[in-house]
């Protein structure tokens, strides 16, 4: 009889052990879960963010773009000893 109730004890011990180790991985499971989860949730946020930023920068791009345009076309003109004929000239203040 002691040989079958150490038995249904080690039984019970085997048991108890497999349970913590369950627990002990679900608990890393889960945490790994959660920190893929952060990490997908930055990238998608980061993605979100840069998809509105090249917006903004695609039109301050082309503002600047235009703006260098007038500036070198003004300088060419004034290197071929002429006064600027555009608009944008007339604020700047030409001297010969």
């Known amino acids: ?17 497999q349970r913590g180790r369950r627990i002990v991985l679900g608990v890393v499971v889960g945490m790994y879960l959660l920190g893929l989860g952060g990490l997908v ?6 993605i979100r963010f840069d998809y509105r930023r090249d917006h903004v920068f ?5 503002l600047l ?5 007038t500036l070198m076309t003004i300088e060419r003109q004034i290197a071929d000893g002429a006064r600027p004929r555009s608009t944008e000239a007339d ?5 010969d």
């Open 58 to 62: 695609a039109r301050y791009d082309g």
């Open 65 to 69: 773009r235009a703006r260098n345009e």
């Open 41 to 46: 949730g930055t990238l998608i946020e980061r």
């Open 1 to 17: 009889m002691d040989s079958n109730a150490e038995r249904a004890a080690m039984r019970d011990c085997d048991h108890d052990h």
């Open 91 to 95: 604020r700047i203040n030409v001297q």
